[in-house]
């Protein structure tokens, strides 16, 4: 319980993740681990299949350097800006050599909850009359017991390695987040092993002051990566907003094979973590980022009962 | 009126178009680019009271800013509620709260029927579409769906490629009777706009054209649709953008044009 | 959206308890709204189908005062003391007269996350080889659609009134609670209307300033009361203590049916609201009741984005 | 020795002899009562590190004080999380994050199964019980279970009136296909401990007394247990609660004797 699970990307992304493994980097638009995406290019994994509801740069990023077989996912785009040109590339015409299992959004939610609560499929109302469960025949019909109708299942998805960007955690990877949510509480209690990423390491006490705070218990936790800007050019509430010159320069990058290729030699692998990757981009490209103003939550009292 | 209709840019009819079919509505799922600021732009002008909801987990957003995209600090900030994804599609939206989805689309037929997923034959398209998102959920559980996107006879087809989101299926008839059998809440589009114009859904569940925008023209309108064109007997010319609906979209909610150019 | 919803019990109650209403007053040993309970005894509603996971003392005394005909729960009993005595008198023998329907915890929640998602069924791998599905027909097999197996299935349950006591609300009913939290949120989803007390009104704006604090929206909302310590003898988290005596006063009043309706007569009949109630009780009483010191949650930064 | 198990209640040992179960033990859900006052003995004694997990919502509570009840603010304070019941139940107990789920009962048999619903017929019962509350959960889906109650005739029979929890059903190789084919986590019922002995599980699935409380006999044992009694040849006896453990329920833990008397 006290023992600290604290360790750097490379060192966590070396014990936890493997090749062929399904791992599942959530954070929907908010608090996406860009870093851990890094590192394990950098390190050279292979056969993965990737799980995210969208995609997003990262994984774009991570397909077009080749750690992927296969992509679960429900909407594949960056978003504000187009296409994911990588991802496209081999998912489009004769080329197509990506797997994709493709599901909604709420089908994506639907299949980490059934995962995190160990029940073999979730129901939900989607997919009646569309040909989504043509495209993906583990979309399913499922009977009502009480006669009033057929609804949608999908399988539960349990990735061998969830990894989810927050606020802060303690050193037991008791870790506490707040803004979009998404789906990292689902994601991770469905993993096997679980990395959280982390803008700040706090004290046990600064966790235990909130519980209602808590999304991820230190139970679930197999590493705690300590790392200030390790979501960008995504972003963390309260700490700094998104960098959408970022999402914008990739578009054009993203379309050029060759300078795809570049950008991975220049932005990851000819980096050592995210520590330079951070001196690289620059304060003042990061100045640029932070909140225009502070908006304090305010505490609440839960009361001392002894 | 040549002068004054170039005053402004079909985007821009476009969405001042969608952003007052939102008058008096209460709830509104927000999709991403052409609704979003739509939305926002109903927000502030007929729908003070909107309340914004986003997929993304925000329900009663106050956006200090336009949103960069379907997920954005600026909408949890001063929100009513920021909440998991599983609670927003399952409580808000499959549980019925929702009473307008605005959706975009790649491709839509005469009844509404929407395809977000691929261009050609699934197992390899020619073009690999974002796909679903939520707006297969969106189209089945909002209460009624607003879709906003530019005619062309690419989008606007006799038969779309891939069905992502239900719209009246193969007609109103059809598509009640299974929604009422299925216990959907929704009761699929009810308001198409495109840079040329308005359209609703006429008892056959049928796209027709009730208003045509200043400087559109009926044949404009007939060569960039896949199917006989149905106009409205009584068609209307949609009032032009007001000097505050453009100033606010172009000083406030997209200084840089971004969506209405 | 800025109407106000801010209304007295007696005024809520009248409005919106109808006989025969299916009510659910929720909240799991904490936030229990006895205030709501002793106002429908009180206006002599008839016929209700009381639904809540622990009965407790507040629908022991509601079935004593012979408001309900059918009572759909999962755990009943006098939480800590022993039984619920005035329900045993119902239940037991052949003068059974109360209708019960029987479900365990997680049935109970399933049911309402059921009702609040519109779902025809919630699946869940509680009951196999028991006798509640034999005792309760509305627990039913169903096949995964994956060839894994059966789990049982429960419908859902939609209250057409449920009541939530809170920490805090705004005028429109944006309601924030913490500490345990129980199904309440659920149960207010599935619900057609929703009632809210809370110990304090607070602005908009503060319900604003920690969105992810938020547990029910005013959308959902028909009325919202204001009556500190309308909890009692349960308690509220950071505002005061379960009142432990009561319930174990409550065991003897009510193994004796003459001192159950005197109690009624004294406590709920005899008084206007739940100020006389408080004023009956005596400060002293209350003041042993608070939190022996504060514990403060601590703020944190959600940023101003423009 | 006369003198010193004097020096102890019967209730004493027994709560000492299941907190020591405890030993090594991980992640435990605690129940009402009993196990209350068990586990959090344990967590103070032989398992400092154990996360203490309660059904109303809580995991890592700290309480300050024992615990009023199932619920009490002092389970929140100072916690890990408090979460929803919908999450405490589907993530926690039913995902296998549970090592050990304490259950009390109204009735036992051979091989502990569990009834708390009702005795007599269920229709007209002659005492209604609380019913299952979280038991049946935590039975099929806790690792393990730890059974806490005192023996009489009357709770420990030949068959239960209804079933409740479900224990080793008709016996080890039964049970253990029935738990493999539907996926349960659990392996069932592991300790029972009484007010006379502790007992573990054959490998028949069936009660086996292990160890002897001082001052108990098996005469003892024997008269209140409906079926006839397995002993294991190397019986033992508990060892004696020490005056740190007897400290701490006293002083600390239950000053007023409402469990231990």
Request: proline share 6%.
């Given at each position: ?82 296409g994911l040109n990588a ?188 520590a330079e990757y951070i ?28 | ?79 009513t509620a920021a909440v ?178």
């Amino acid at each position: 319980m006290s023992t600290s699970k604290v360790a750097t990307m490379h060192d966590a992304i070396a014990a936890i993740v493997r090749d062929g493994d399904t791992v599942a980097i959530e954070g929907f638009t908010h608090l996406i681990s860009f870093s851990a995406g890094h590192e394990i290019i950098r390190q050279g994994r292979r056969d993965l299949v990737l799980a995210r509801m969208t995609p997003d740069v990262i994984y774009d990023q991570m397909i077009a350097a080749g750690v992927a077989r296969k992509l679960i996912f429900s909407w594949l785009g960056n978003p504000g800006v187009g296409g994911l040109n990588a991802i496209r590339r081999v998912t489009e015409g004769d080329h197509a050599s990506l797997e994709l299992e493709e599901y909604s959004h709420f089908g994506m939610v639907a299949r980490y909850t059934a995962g995190a609560a160990n029940l073999p499929f979730f129901p939900l109302r989607s997919y009646f009359e569309t040909d989504l469960p043509v495209a993906n025949p583990l979309i399913r019909p499922i009977e009502s017991p009480y006669g009033d109708g057929t609804v949608y299942a999908v399988p539960p998805l349990k990735p061998d390695v969830t990894i989810v960007h927050a606020q802060r955690a303690d050193a037991n990877g008791d870790t506490q987040a707040w803004g979009l949510l998404g789906c990292q509480k689902e994601a991770a209690f469905a993993a096997e092993r679980v990395i959280v990423v982390v803008e700040e390491l706090v004290d046990e006490a600064v966790i235990r002051a909130d519980p209602n705070r808590t999304i991820i218990p230190g139970l679930i936790v197999d590493a705690v990566v300590v790392e200030p800007w390790g979501a960008h050019p995504s972003y963390v509430q309260g700490a700094y907003d998104r960098d959408n010159r970022f999402y914008l320069d990739w578009d054009p990058i993203s379309r050029d094979k060759a300078a795809t290729d570049s950008w991975l030699a220049e932005w990851v692998h000819g980096l050592g973590g995210r520590a330079e990757y951070i001196e690289k981009l620059g304060s003042g490209r990061l100045a640029g980022l932070k909140p225009s103003a502070p908006a304090p939550s305010g505490s609440v009292d839960y009361g001392e009962y002894r | 009126m040549s002068d004054e209709t170039a005053a402004f840019s079909k985007s821009e009819m476009m969405i001042v178009a969608a952003a007052r079919e939102l008058a008096g509505q209460r709830v509104c799922f927000v999709g991403v680019g052409l609704p979003n600021i739509a939305v926002n732009l109903a927000k502030r002008t007929v729908a003070p009271d909107l309340e914004l909801v986003y997929e993304a987990g925000v329900f009663g957003a106050r956006p200090a800013r336009l949103p960069l995209s379907i997920g954005d600090p600026t909408i949890v900030t001063g929100a009513t509620a920021a909440v998991s994804m599983f609670e927003l599609f399952a409580f808000y939206l499959q549980g019925g709260l929702i009473d307008v989805g605005f959706l975009g689309a790649a491709q839509i037929d005469r009844f509404g029927n929407i395809n977000t997923t691929v261009i050609g034959d699934y197992a390899h398209p020619t073009t690999r579409l974002p796909g679903s998102g939520g707006a297969c959920e969106i189209a089945i559980n909002a209460r009624q769906i607003f879709v906003i996107m530019r005619q062309s006879k690419r989008s606007f087809v006799e038969k779309i490629d891939f069905r992502t989101s239900p719209g009246n299926l193969g007609g109103a008839a059809n598509a009640e009777r299974i929604r009422r059998e299925q216990g959907w809440l929704g009761r699929g589009p009810t308001v198409v706009v495109t840079d040329l114009g308005i359209y609703h859904f006429d008892d056959s569940g049928e796209m027709r054209l009730d208003s045509l925008h200043p400087g559109a023209t009926l044949q404009a309108a007939r060569d960039t649709i896949g199917w006989p064109l149905h106009v409205s007997p009584d068609l209307a010319e949609t009032p032009e953008p007001t000097t505050a609906e453009l100033d606010l979209m172009r000083l406030e909610l997209d200084p840089g044009g971004l969506f209405t150019r």
